[in-house]
């Protein structure tokens, strides 16, 4: 086994694992994370075998995004202040209860959607003070010459736990029911826990020069930001890609029921296929980032996602469906690690947190708007039309940027 790793770690796509406390953090992620999708998938099945409704499904995607919007970059300003292995230590605590809660709920026949609309505000407000701090925790791991090796073998993590856990999350629907999904969530917890607790981080808090002032220190990274028309231009891809395109998720179970007639099982199905292109992705991008332009997986991500969404949104066959997602998988990490590794390496150290707080709020505090419109879109021009709808603006979108950031722009 130890060969193995020796030979493995060889071999640059994994050059980032080379560092002690990453790999220790990078596997314990791994565990938590097939749990964490088991739920994702879970959650949006219980609300529509409990609404039956397209405009809830929207709802409840809203709440559970909302929080990144109202307190990501004060989450990324508290991860410049203090220790991101002590703030990932006690978001991963609370992530743990708010999924044992909606266990117990599911398991007593008590939830309601109202209820799994507070919890899912609760674990979208936990996560907007834990992704800026693990997202700029990465490069304290993994070092700044690694770091968009390290971001790409982040999104294959989170992909492959895409592939496993909606699969798994099907299969146990359909065995024992919808609350054993969030129960084994729980108890995939204490991985990453275990993992932070075992993991001797000296905590690095980098002094800054600028305004201690919460309001004022949010307004130093905006400002920086807004100084970098490559950052502007990428950021405001990622809003449109956030609000237009990814918010199809949200009516995946509609595509799984009525549509394709294929149930829980079908919808974890839905979900595997596109971790599958985005493994697939995130592997690429970590062999090849040191060689391939960021401009040129951004054109070729958006491109791909575009198309396989398209597909998607008018097929009838199961397979052509799963395979469209594939392709929509393949595009859209692409194009969100890339981006994600390009803006961070744009941040100075001091204001990293703030910066990726700024990011998050973009990359997912706009997407409850995108969740809400789709759901509502859908409920008058049907699932499909608003999905290629969204795939239209998407290409557009992506069209501007590709003629306004001429090759001789370096990112």
């Known amino acids: 086994m130890d060969n193995l790793l020796l030979r493995m770690l060889a071999i640059p796509t994994f050059r980032s694992l080379r560092q002690p406390m990453y790999r220790l953090f990078f596997s314990g992620q791994v565990i938590s994370l097939i749990g964490t999708w088991m739920q994702t998938m879970a959650q949006a099945w219980l609300v529509y075998q409990l609404t ?17 919007l109202l307190f990501a970059m004060y989450g990324g300003s508290i991860a410049d202040r203090f220790s991101k292995h002590r703030i990932i230590i006690i978001t991963q605590i609370l992530s743990l209860f708010q999924s044992v809660i909606l266990a117990v709920l599911v398991f007593l026949n008590l939830a309601t959607v109202e209820m799994v609309c507070v919890l899912a505000f609760t674990l979208g407000t936990i996560n907007a003070f834990d992704v800026p701090a693990r997202q700029s925790f990465v490069v304290e791991l993994a070092g700044k010459e690694n770091l968009a090796n390290a971001i790409a073998l982040n999104s294959a993590s989170f992909n ?27 108890v995939s917890f204490f991985a990453v826990i275990i993992v932070l607790l075992r993991m001797k981080v000296e905590p690095k ?22 100084s970098d028309k490559t950052l502007v231009k990428i950021l405001a ?44 992705s995130a592997i ?35 397979a052509v469906s799963l395979y469209s997602l594939v392709f929509v998988g393949m595009g859209l990490i692409m194009f969100i690690a890339t981006a994600n590794a390009t803006v961070q390496r ?63 722009n370096k990112v």
């Open 160 to 186: 492959g736990a895409r592939i496993i856990g909606p699969a798994i999350g099907g299969v146990i629907i359909g065995a024992v029911g919808v609350a054993w999904c969030f129960f084994f969530n729980a």
């Open 205 to 226: 808090i980098f002094v800054s020069t600028g305004p201690v002032n919460t309001f004022a220190s949010l307004k130093e990274s905006v400002d920086f930001v807004r």
């Open 284 to 318: 690429i991008v970590a062999s090849a980032e040191s060689r391939v332009r960021p401009m040129s997986f951004i054109n070729t991500g958006i491109t791909m996602f575009v198309i396989g969404v398209s597909i998607f949104a008018f097929s009838t066959n199961v």
């Open 346 to 408: 744009h941040a100075p150290d001091a204001m990293r947190g703030r910066v990726m707080g700024l990011y998050l709020l973009i990359f997912q505090g706009l997407a409850p708007f995108g969740h809400l419109g789709m759901g509502w879109l859908a409920n008058f021009i049907g699932a499909r039309t608003a999905v290629f709808t969204g795939a239209v603006i998407c290409a557009a979108c992506g069209i501007f940027l590709r003629f306004s950031l001429r090759p001789k």
């Open 52 to 68: 039956f409704s397209s405009v809830w499904l929207g709802i409840v995607g809203f709440l559970n995004t909302i929080p990144m």
């Open 237 to 280: 891809l990622v809003a449109v890609i956030t609000v237009f395109g990814w918010s199809y998720t949200v009516l995946l179970p509609i595509f799984a029921d009525t549509i394709l007639n294929i149930g829980a099982v079908g919808l974890g199905n839905l979900m595997m296929s596109f971790g599958i292109g985005a493994l697939i």
